[in-house]
């Protein structure tokens, strides 16, 4: 079955520029994740979704940070304005609601 | 989420068997042990997990000792593909409300397979 999808690959950006990533999870997985991975270090979630209701985002910097699943399949997360500190890499990643998560390839944010 | 302690580091020789463990002494009845790998500019990708019982999938054996405070994954036959950061994670498996539960990463094990 194919993996989870995301775009764009990289993605370089001023501060203070809007960025929008873009995850399409594997077919069927009710639940899809938004994790944010700063070099190294490990991933750290910002947003989970069960279809498309939100049922964590307690890690989501809200003020600048936004994330929609409409018909609960794929999913946008949207920086406006991004900062220095943004510069990471956006993982997604979907399971079924009782299931093993799986983690696309990521985008990777550079914010000059 | 309990936390898990790796090594920071390991060597392991191409053809050897890679022991990497893991601690976990504040696990509960539960949780699941994970195990996952990320390769380098890649996602994580699942390797193996268990709650009690040792596990053994294509990929890797997971031994969980009998209090549940420790675990090793092993990774039987080394190849320099294999080096990669191993996360060890504990997690309850999924909740009622909620559906599956999200992934606490540390700062995992970067295992290097030496040729």
């Known amino acids: 079955e194919a993996g989870v999808a995301q775009s764009p690959r990289y993605k370089i950006i001023e501060k203070r520029q809007s960025v929008a990533f873009w995850c399409n999870p594997i077919?069927?997985?009710?639940?899809l994740y938004w994790y944010q991975q700063i070099l190294g270090q490990g991933p750290k979630l910002l947003i989970q979704f069960q279809n498309n209701g939100v049922v964590d985002d307690s890690q989501l910097p809200k003020d600048r940070f936004s994330a929609e699943r409409l018909k609960g399949v794929d999913s946008t997360l949207k920086i406006q304005p991004a900062k220095l500190e943004d510069s990471a890499v956006y993982l997604c990643a979907s399971s079924y609601t009782r299931g093993t998560q799986y983690f696309g390839p990521g985008t990777r944010l550079t914010v000059l | 989420d309990a936390k898990t302690t790796q090594p920071p580091s390991m060597d392991c020789a191409e053809g050897r068997a890679a022991n990497l463990p893991c601690n976990h002494s504040t696990i509960s009845g539960n949780e699941y042990v994970y195990w996952y790998r990320q390769i380098h500019s890649q996602g994580p990708q699942y390797i193996i997990h268990?709650?009690?019982n040792n596990e053994t999938n294509e990929m890797a054996s997971l031994i969980i000792t009998e209090d549940r405070k420790s675990s090793t994954l092993i990774l039987p036959h080394a190849t320099l593909r294999d080096t990669a950061v191993y996360y060890c994670?504990?997690?309850?498996?999924?909740?009622?409300?909620?559906?599956?539960?999200?992934?606490?990463f540390g700062q995992g094990t970067r295992l290097t397979i030496n040729p």
């Open positions: 268990g709650l009690k």
């Open positions: 994670i504990v997690r309850v498996g999924w909740d009622l409300v909620q559906g599956a539960q999200k992934l606490v």
């Open positions: 077919s069927g997985h009710a639940t």
